[in-house]
Each structure stands twice: as C-alpha cells, then as structure tokens.
C-alpha cells in the first residue's frame, strides 16, 4: 500500500529565504507525482506535475524534483514571499488504472516579512 | 473559465439527516472523485466515476453514496451522517487519458 510522507509538517521562514519541501512514497511503481497548493477557503490549486520518466519540472521559482527509484521528491521555492504562505501537498499517481493520488499530510509553510 | 465547483462550502447538520454535496465541473471531464481531508490523515479518497453510470470505492467509502447520472455531476450523499463524518470534503475531476487532477474549493461538513 502507497504511503506518502511530508517533511517537515511545518516551517517558518523569514522573506527572501530559498527552502525545500520535502515528499517521500514507499512504493515507487508511480505513473506520476504532483505537487498543490493549499489555501484556507480555496481548495486545491496544482503547482507541478512531474511524470516518472522526468526528473524535475519548473515553473516560475517553484522547481520540483523527482528520483523515483529512491522514492522522493523535493520542491524548491526560491526567494520566498509572503504571498507562498499556504499548506503544500504532494500526491503520487500509481501507474496502474490512475484511479486515484495519494497524499501526504502536507507542510504548512510560514513566510513572514 | 474552468472550474469544480462545489456545494455548499459549509455545512453543519445533524446525526442522521440525509444530506447531499453537489459538484460539478465544467470542462466536460470523464473522471470525477470525492475525496476527504483529516487532520493527520491527509487527502483519503472516498468515491470515484470513470464515466456516466460508472463508479466505484475508494478507500473510505463507508456510510457515503454516490451517483453519476450526467457526465458534469458527480453529488455526493451522507444517508445517515454521523459525527465522524465530519470532515473538509473536495471534489475533483481529470480528462481522460491525463492524470492532472483539478480540484474544488471544497465543501467544510460539521456533523453534530
């Protein structure tokens, strides 16, 4: 059965700082691993999709990086903001039927000015 | 603009009262899921519909139904709901053929 670690579950930062995220899944038979965004009041927003096949995925200052056979993931924030305070979750997608992601906890993240 | 759209956003009822959440989704996806958020337990999914008239369970079905009579709805049902059903609920829905999910703002369901 697929289990998805978040370390740490919290973290606070002072504005400007670069930080990782860590995500670790026990069983590396994925078909992908996708990073979100959590909000208080405003669901799930995706940040990242990487396919197995790949190592890391960009966008903005936000670099996600996967090593499958391992079973980790990081996701590197650069130069944080305020505007990055949220809860961060991983899910990876088995690589059978899709029917389902599986989560980790998250990591509540705490940028201050 | 594309979205999942659930209602309602909070809800707080009584053991027992049948209730129902709806979602619905706008960017003619086939796969839809409900999924639940505990603390300490994250995302656990709950249902979830392949297509019209196709669904099954997830990993925490019990006490929920489900029905998936157009391709855009995908309402979630508490027959008889009881306090440890209380939880943050949140629909979701893919194309198929990708697994990118998108996902709902969610629905905060408080069983007294």
């Known amino acids: 059965k697929q289990e998805v670690t978040q370390i740490p579950a919290a973290l606070s930062v002072p504005e400007g700082e670069n930080l990782v995220l860590n995500c670790s899944f026990t069983?590396?038979?994925?078909?992908?691993l996708q990073w979100f965004r959590q909000d208080p009041g405003k669901g799930l927003t995706s940040l990242l999709l990487?396919?197995?096949?790949?190592r890391e995925q960009t966008s903005g200052r936000l670099n996600a990086s996967l090593d499958k056979s391992s079973g980790r993931s990081t996701l590197y924030i650069a130069a944080s903001q305020p505007g990055d305070s949220a809860t961060y979750l991983c899910a990876v997608c088995g690589d059978t039927g899709f029917q389902k992601l599986v989560f980790g906890t998250g990591t509540r993240l705490l940028v201050s000015p | 603009e594309a979205q999942v759209t659930q209602n309602p956003r909070y809800l707080i009822t009584v053991t027992g009262k049948k209730l129902t959440v709806t979602c619905s989704q706008n960017m003619n996806h086939e796969y839809m899921s409900w999924y639940r958020q505990d603390p300490g337990l994250g995302l656990r999914q709950i249902y979830y519909s392949m297509n019209v008239e196709v669904t099954d369970k997830g990993d925490v079905p019990e006490g929920y139904k489900v029905s998936r009579k157009e391709k855009r709805n995908f309402p979630l049902i508490l027959e008889s709901p009881s306090p440890n059903q209380t939880s943050l609920y949140f629909c979701?829905?893919?194309?198929?053929?990708?697994?990118?999910?998108?996902f709902g703002q969610g629905t905060r369901l408080t069983v007294v």
């Open positions: 990487i396919q197995s096949s790949q």
């Open positions: 979701a829905s893919r194309i198929q053929g990708s697994t990118e999910a998108f």
């Open positions: 069983d590396s038979a994925i078909y992908n």
